[in-house]
């Protein structure tokens, strides 16, 4: 999957706020701690959402460095600290803001 496309597919999969999370990568039903590709997760924070929508560890680590950078040319800082200060909306928009660098990277 092309970075661009997982950046999309997570900020879908964040559009929804009940799948939100903060402090950690994912969480079950019971809003304990869990591995964001367990199947008990029911919600992500954005490097979790992003690791499920990636499919592979190859296009999540492809993803990764656009995200990076949306979050800090955006708000100085890490995504992770965006997505638990700002929460789910601001973080759909770093995610697709994300995507868009990616579609840029890849236009030569």
């Known amino acids: 999957m092309a970075p661009a496309e997982a950046l999309r597919a ?3 999969l964040l559009a929804d706020p009940a799948k939100h ?3 950690v990568m994912a969480r079950d039903m019971d809003g304990l701690p869990c591995d964001p590709l367990a ?3 029911r919600c992500w ?3 979790g959402a992003l690791r499920v929508s990636a499919g592979t560890r190859r296009a999540y680590d492809a993803a990764l460095p656009h995200l ?3 979050a800090f040319t955006l708000f100085d800082t890490s995504p992770d600290e965006v997505n638990d200060t700002f929460g789910a909306e601001i973080s759909v928009g770093l995610l697709l803001y994300a995507a868009a660098l990616a579609d840029r990277a890849t236009v030569h």
């Open 10 to 12: 997570a900020a879908a």
């Open 21 to 23: 999370a903060t402090e």
């Open 39 to 41: 199947r008990r997760a």
């Open 45 to 47: 924070c954005t490097y």
């Open 68 to 70: 990076h950078d949306a």
